[in-house]
């Protein structure tokens, strides 16, 4: 993870969602950076890509998804 050419984190882990049909990942990243709606960048090893700090959508705690 980068911010402003600082390396200020790491992802864990990627994969495409296709519920979400879009790419998720989890990271470990600084907490001065770690705000919802924070834009950050990516290094994939080829090339940088932009990312940004959501809630985690594939979360459901109170199982409402299964519900509807």
Same mark, same amino acid.
């Given at each position: 993870?980068?911010?402003? #050419? $600082?390396?200020?984190g790491?992802?864990?882990? $990627?994969?495409? #969602?296709?519920?979400l049909k879009?790419n998720?990942?989890l $990271?470990l990243?600084?907490?001065?950076y770690?705000?919802?709606?924070e834009?950050?960048q990516?290094?994939?090893g080829?090339?940088?890509?932009?990312?940004?700090?959501?809630?985690?959508?594939f979360?459901d705690?109170?199982?409402?998804l299964t519900k #509807?």
């Amino acid at each position: 993870m980068i911010k402003n #050419s $600082a390396v200020i984190g790491k992802v864990t882990s $990627a994969v495409f #969602s296709p519920r979400l049909k879009q790419n998720i990942g989890l $990271a470990l990243v600084d907490i001065k950076y770690s705000n919802i709606g924070e834009e950050l960048q990516i290094n994939n090893g080829t090339k940088i890509l932009d990312c940004k700090i959501v809630k985690k959508p594939f979360y459901d705690p109170n199982k409402s998804l299964t519900k #509807s």
